[in-house]
């Protein structure tokens, strides 16, 4: 399996929700990432986990929480989201956490906050 | 910080033409540059890479080019086809500042390419 899949494709959810994204990678990969892309802009790094430890926070509002169950697993919980979070939400992953670790993404949770 | 210039942000080129989009990074601790391809709607796609430690590098008819003391990177697509039409995302990693063994990648802003019948 080479490839990393993430649930649900789309999602709409209001201020007072709760919710959760999920990605899934079986390539034996010690890192992974949530990123964040809103329309017409690049990716913008969130979390970095490695071996199932997050690394790096980029100063993203506790509404955004990261969970990392296994190695082949990445949540994020969200709560209480603006409107302006909505966006496309990428997980990627790679082999380990080096500069020169190429990184894979998945097909992205279209998220819009009503 | 790393600021990631990434030129032109729109690209038209008939079919069979080259097509060319340059970058530059400002960081010279950045040692990996990866290239995106982003279909409308999709993920963005790996589609070739380079280390600072190499010059150029090709894939059939992809070839990215790095010259570091200029600080310069960029990507040639040959024979272009209709099924290269998309958003095409250069990326200069470096080690991530607060922390000893993770990295960033910074991406540049993109670049739409439509490749014209």
């Known amino acids: 399996d080479t490839e990393v899949t993430q649930t649900p494709k789309h999602l709409v959810m209001g201020m007072t929700n709760k919710k959760s994204l999920k990605c899934e990678q079986h390539?034996?990969?010690?890192?992974m990432y949530w990123y964040k892309q809103k329309a017409k802009k690049p990716p913008e790094l969130m979390f970095v986990y490695s071996y199932e430890k997050l690394s790096i926070n980029e100063s993203v509002p506790s509404r955004f929480s990261p969970e990392c169950p296994n190695s082949s697993l990445l949540n994020l919980h969200l709560h209480a989201l603006q409107p302006e979070d909505s966006a496309l939400y990428l997980c990627a992953s790679s082999q380990e956490l080096g500069t020169a670790s190429e990184q894979y993404f998945g097909p992205g949770t279209r998220l819009t906050v009503t | 910080g790393e600021n990631v210039e990434q030129h032109p942000s729109t690209l038209s080129v008939q079919e069979g033409d080259s097509a060319v989009i340059k970058c530059t990074y400002s960081d010279s601790a950045s040692n990996y540059f990866p290239w995106y391809k982003q279909e409308l709607g999709k993920r963005p796609q790996l589609i070739i890479d380079i280390r600072s430690n190499v010059g150029e590098k090709k894939d059939q008819r992809i070839a990215v080019t790095l010259n570091k003391t200029a600080k310069h990177f960029s990507l040639h697509i040959t024979e272009t086809q209709p099924e290269d039409s998309a958003v095409y995302f250069c990326?200069?990693?470096?080690?991530?500042?607060?922390?000893?063994?993770?990295?960033?990648?910074?991406f540049g802003s993109g670049t739409r390419l439509s490749i014209q019948p």
């Open positions: 390539m034996g990969h010690r890192a």
């Open positions: 990326a200069a990693s470096k080690p991530h500042p607060r922390s000893s063994n993770a990295s960033k990648i910074i």
